[in-house]
């Protein structure tokens, strides 16, 4: 029978409570497309690569983390822009989009998602840091080099990573998934030992060496695949509809 678009967006609403935080782009249904739903994609951006793939498995619905429609971004559908979208109305292909709410969520959210996957305990927000959520903390069961956490961040993430830092040993650690390194402030500020993030500018190395934090750079796709796969999980075991996640390898 499928599952309405309406209840389904409401459901996301209720779980992830979009409204509540202010954001750079519209969060939930972006392109409207089919009615009902049956088979949804998840992935991380609705690049034309997994618009394509998509529609190669028969899904009449996207969901992911980085859609359209940001703040200060050209208006006029044209180009790129308007392949993708042109793409979406062809086909009758919703496209739903969640951008911090799946940053800062306590269950799907990318943050406390990273948190599962590094096996880290006391996992939970930073305090003082807005929204709640952007940024999380926790803790390794022993003292870990500036080597050991690189190696198993490029395990569990199947990347390279970059590392600045020093011998001094590491138990805390503050992490903000994607384009998260200006957070690097607020880690220092939360007396850990690392930072881990997806990005890194010039000036973030610098912070990490005059501050004395290690700082770990490990790609800001990589560190935000799980939110939305963890969400789509949420939706098949609450919803009688199929989802898959595709992921369209991405080496930043």
């Known amino acids: 029978m499928g599952l309405l678009r309406k209840k389904l967006l409401s459901s996301i609403d209720s779980l992830l409570k979009p409204k509540e935080i202010k954001d750079f782009c519209p969060n939930g249904l ?139 040993p590491i138990r805390t650690l503050a992490w903000c998934t994607g384009g998260g390194q200006g957070y690097i402030d607020a880690a220092v500020e939360a007396g850990v030992d690392a930072f881990i993030t997806g990005e890194v500018s010039e000036q973030t190395v610098h912070i990490a060496r005059e501050m004395g934090i290690h700082f770990f750079c490990a790609g800001h796709h990589a560190t935000e695949r799980y939110g939305v796969k963890a969400l789509g999980e949420w939706i098949a075991e609450n919803h009688d509809v199929d989802v898959q996640f595709i992921d369209i390898p991405n080496p930043a």
């Open 30 to 168: 972006q392109i409207q497309g089919t009615d009902t739903i049956n088979k949804i994609v998840s992935g991380v951006t609705a690049s034309q690569a997994l618009i394509d793939a998509a529609i190669d498995v028969g899904a009449d619905t996207i969901l992911v983390h980085h859609g359209y429609f940001w703040k200060g971004e050209s208006q006029p559908l044209v180009g790129m822009k308007y392949k993708r979208i042109k793409s979406l109305l062809d086909n009758n292909v919703n496209l739903i989009a969640y951008h911090l709410p799946l940053d800062v969520h306590p269950l799907c959210g990318n943050n406390a998602q990273l948190g599962k996957l590094l096996q880290l305990d006391d996992v939970s927000p930073v305090s003082d840091v807005k929204p709640n959520g952007i940024v999380y903390s926790g803790s390794s069961r022993k003292p870990l080099s500036g080597k050991e956490v690189k190696c198993h961040l490029e395990s569990s993430l199947e990347r390279d990573v970059l590392w600045v830092g020093s011998d001094s």
